[in-house]
């Protein structure tokens, strides 16, 4: 087989478990658009990688991991509600990333890349990179599994449990910001929200349990992604744009299935 599909098919699938197993509890906790503004912040990660002349993808990481540990950090420390302080983070970085980018000399055709997604360009080292970092993530979820679903269904009987919940919140908000920022290899900055939050929609639809629902999750993220990696070889058309829209008909067609 190719290669260049191999890499690509490790990459997706290894990237769909992530976002599958974490957007679980994105949704149970209604953090969609934290999501949001976590991919959106990479913006300005790649365009600082550019001017220091390092790796964009490397540099959105770094950042969006500031980004979105900030959130948690100015939850905690304001009255604010959580959709107004990501109301204003999600535009400031963008801006900041917009106002750096135009410091960049020279065209650099792979910002289409970073907004879009590109997963067919993964080399040997990103793809090593990403497994790393994969086997960290889910190591840490593994971990600290049950705290996490205890703090997502009932924050305050956590609490109550003598769990340090804010420290919770820093490390989860962690492993969430890091997992989106790979997924934008995958889908890029604009749709990687999508990979997240659709196939934890999806298994909630039908699945009557909260088990059920991460293994219906995952099962629907992968098989989405391969299906659309799949298409989109096939047909040649853009890799991201067709995984949003495969997984995004299988949530369609989980309403046939849905449970009262």
């Known amino acids: ?13 290894s990237v769909s ?16 658009f934290f999501v949001h503004a976590v991919s959106h912040s990479a913006l300005t990660g790649v365009a600082i990688g550019y001017l220091l002349g390092t790796s964009p993808f490397l540099s959105s990481i770094g950042f969006g991991i500031i980004a979105g540990v900030s959130v948690s ?8 509600f959580v959709d107004t302080v990501i109301g204003i983070l999600l535009p ?42 994969s086997i960290f993530v889910i190591s840490l979820i593994a971990l600290f599994l049950k705290t996490f679903i205890l703090v997502a269904l009932d924050r305050d009987f956590a609490k109550i449990k003598g769990y340090k919940v804010e420290i919770l919140d820093y490390l989860f908000m962690f492993l969430v910001s890091l ?3 790979l997924a934008t290899k995958v889908v890029g900055i604009i749709l990687v929200s999508a ?35 799949f298409i989109s070889y096939m047909f040649n058309l853009p ?11 299988l949530f369609l067609l989980s309403f046939l299935f849905k449970r009262n």
Do not use: H, Q
């Open 195 to 229: 990979l997240v939050v659709i196939p934890a929609a999806t298994a909630m639809n039908v699945s009557e349990s909260l088990k059920g629902t991460f293994w219906l999750s995952i099962l629907f993220g992968i098989f989405g992604t391969a299906l659309g990696i």
């Open 239 to 249: 890799t991201g744009p067709v995984i949003v829209s495969v997984i995004s008909i």
């Open 73 to 80: 950090y100015l939850i905690g420390k304001s009255k604010l």
């Open 92 to 133: 400031f970085t963008m801006s900041i990333g917009l106002i750096l980018l135009s410091f960049v000399r020279g065209y650099k055709p792979d910002v289409m890349s970073y907004l879009f997604g590109d997963i067919l360009s993964t080399g040997k080292r990103d793809l090593l990179l990403l497994i790393v970092i």
């Open 17 to 32: 478990f992530l976002c599958s197993v974490v957007g679980v509890f994105v949704v149970v906790r209604k953090m969609a």
């Open 1 to 13: 087989m190719n290669p260049v599909l191999v890499r690509t098919f490790i990459a997706g699938i």
């Open 179 to 181: 997992v989106v920022l």
